[in-house]
């Protein structure tokens, strides 16, 4: 059972994407992308229930996996070659040179080590890439049907697309799953090429550009992660994620040694989860097709940089190095927050968002108490599913009105009223009790608490949050009082939206069953207390309580009754807007009457803070200070 | 039970409470410059006038933004009353607070949306400033609960008198005080038409009176926090307090965005800074 | 009960939006003598709002041309009932000087329903607080509160 579920999760979407590939039939593949996802979504549950596990496949596959690292750096310094990119290059040189050194001379007993093995929070992650990921699968077929006849081509790319959409769920599966170090780092390098090649997939110059950046950045990641391995194993002698866990405290005791792989691993992640000063490529990405942005940007790659953070947290706690993740988390969730206030393009806004909040994980890694790790195991699926609505809204906004823009989305509502409303409960869910991110994030500031530094950061960081989520809702809803026109829509794109948004609400209701059921058997195991005492599905700790039902109770009768009450009002009690008495309107649009009784359109616009959150003038600081950071966190230890 | 009791007491006293100290705040304020001024029970009248007038409205949404706003005002005072997490309630305060926004935001008017933006600008203001306070209160309790505070044997004003006047900044923000009533002023001082109001009207507008009502309760509440120890010194603090308010507010102009955002995040990072080494020092 | 509260509180807290329809600005400064400390209206629960949708009481003044009458009429019809509307000042009950000029329409009951009118030019504050009593009293005997 357990060896079909594993082969199901990691390899069927390797043979899936295969077929993919060679496929041109549309109905077909829709079926197989509809049929794969239903099964990946049924047999992550079937994990779910099954719990923990350890499991070595036949030594046949350590070998395929072998040849597969090598196959993905040789395919990575072509493109390097080609593109004449020295860093790209010179970076997959060490790394098949490392990699040779190490597979063939370092490493003795080959297929000693389990491949696979599972926890709570391995098996939380491959809920969130099993179902979040597959439901973009699904939306991406609606949506790329659209984005081709859009773009008038002759042949169609989408076998080409969904391959490595396909293909990066079963790496994803893979990199959660994976025990040793090894299979890690295959399905690791994986995600990386996936990523070059879905960010490149319009094959514009941009395109290109972006891609080719994503690629240096990944593959420095890559590198640090090899080393990092390679280290790791000089020290504990073992390539045994599950091993080197177990045995964590034994080496945080022995202290210094320990801490350079754990520096380049955790910098692994920082590069992976698009942290600065490597933002660039996250917000670049969003050139692609926006299921790739969604899939691979937002709730699922980059949550692969967070994972191996969040993983390795127990091993580096109590060190100085810990505190110095927490500082770096902090400050890039507060200036990641800033870029995303002062800008007006709602897929760089998601993009921003999804940096502040992945270093909002990070810092709870870094905060290392078990009342922050559940923070960051909460945050990191709470957030995958919001943030994967909110990039699928945008993506289906943008079809139908051709800009991203969220000046361009005001009066939405009367043009997508359900797309509309989806997104406004995405916006939502991110930002207010009592849903779960806002409980996570209850959590994370109240386990800051008494280091003031990072408090202040994360005051700082929360007040902008709110800022940029809350104009965007509101400004989505400014109609007239009119009835909407119902709206056409794909039902592959219709299908996944209504399913996240209420996956991401009713998740949030049964946060203490998830709690109680996925996080605190993990954070016990590795921190041997337990953080929150439930109450009536309250969490309680000395430092606080968070009341879940009482305010879902009574914030959801005010929600209903109030809705009951806007029911009963009729087009008699609307009236135009006030323009100081002057107001006109024109096809729905209000102005005012001007000179010579000419129509002026009323047009506003949000403050952006340009002098306070400008882009090129933050990005440059913000750089400096996190590379900063980064080198403090590595030679700190020497001092 | 004494947890129900107190939490329907809220419900009911606080914005009874909440309307006479807006009362006596306007009796004051008329004192000062030298008028007579309306009866103490003035907000009263004027919200049941409002409660009576016809619904008027661009958008349903309106509506459902001004309950929403009501209901997460009056959550966060029964959450302060039954001795909950601070930081909760600071959160549930921000539910009441979007929404108002997101009210303002769903009309086109040009008055609102600028009304809603200024409103947004005020809430980054003092939303920090407020984390910063019930972080600093948890320094000296040890929790974040409400509770916990009556624990303590001295006044926190002791400990935190710096972080007192970090609060006073947000509390002249949040009750729409001069010099940071720049989304819309507690008086009817024209500036963008009524701001962040301007839409909202007769019904609606009652609703958002009352949960205004119910947010000087939060934030006085928040106040006396400050001196636990007695319910005589509790009442003195929060007294003067308010005068001061007033004081600031009839002495002082309007003052720019800019100079809110600056000052605001400026002035409140220092004084916690200076406040937290004073507490380490200690 | 309820109901009775409601009009106590319609007598006691008449809010004024002053539209100026084309006045010499002689009645605006009047009307803002209103709430000086001398006057102090605000004792009677008058405030200037400044907004429609938020008013009770509309003060026009001056005279309605051809030009600010639909700006009258909406102003008016934002305001949610029950509302009054009081004309001041000569140009206001009638048109004024300007009676015959070519573009004027006339008074301010030309296009909106007038309740009370205040004569003078310009009106003293002290018969603009009169008229907006009178005003007052007309709306407690519309709501059957004179005993």
Redesign the interface.
Known sequence: MLDTLVFVTVLLPFLVAAVLLVLREQNLRKVILVATAGVLILSSLAMLRGGAFIMSPAPLWGSLVTLGDFLILAVVLLVGLKRKNQIIVWLTVAQIVGLIWFDFFMVKDHGATPAFFADDLSLVMVLVVSIVGSLIAVYGIGYMKEHEEHLHLTTSKQPQFFFFIVLFLGAMNGLVLANNMLWMYFFWECTTLCSFMLIGHDDTEIARKNAERALWMNVLGGTAFLFGVMLLYKVTGTLSLQEILARGPEFAVAGGAILVPMFLLVFAGMTKAAQAPFQSWLTGAMVAPTPVSALLHSSTMVKAGVYIIVRLAPIYAGTYFSNFVALFGAFVFLATACLAAGQSNGKKILAYSTISNLALIIACAGINTPAAITAAILLILFHAISKALMFLCVGAIEQKIGSRDIEDMRGLFARMPRTALVAVIGILTMTLPPFGMLMAKWMAIESAHGQFLLMIMLALGSGVTVLFWCRWAGLMLATPFAKAAPEAQDGTIRGPLYLLAGLAVVLSFFSPLVYNGLVAPVVAMYYKTAPYVLRYGNFESATGVFLVYPLFILLGLGFFFALRQTRKITAAQAVGPYMCGEQTSVDGKPGFLGPLGQNVTAVSGNYYLEQFFGEAMLSKWINVIALAVLVIMLFGGAL | MTKILLAVLALVAAPILGALITGVDRRITAWLQSRYGPPILQPLYDVLKLLGKQPMLVNTWQALCAYVYLVGAALSVVLLFTGSDLLLIFFVLTVGAVFLVMGALASPSPYSQIGGQRELLQMLAYEPLLILVFASIAMVTGSFKVSSVFELSRPMLYDLPLMFIVLGYALTIKLRKSPFDISASAHAHQELVRGVYTEYSGPYLAMIEIAHWYEVILVLGICALFWSTSFVGMIVLVALTYLAEILVDNVTARLTWRVMLKSAVGMGLVLTVVNMLWLYAQ | ML?N??????I??P?VVH?DCGSCNGCDIEVLACLT?LY?I????I????????A?VLLVTGTVNQRNK???K??Y??M???KAVIAIGACGCSGGVFREAYNVVGGVDKVIPVDVYVPGCPARPEAIIDGVVAALEKVKKLLGMTA
């Open positions: 109901g509260l409601i009009n106590q509180g319609r006691k807290s809010w539209f400390p102090d605000e004792r009677f629960g405030l200037n709002i400044g907004n429609p949708k938020h009770d639909h700006v009258l909406n102003i019809d934002q949610p009932t029950p």
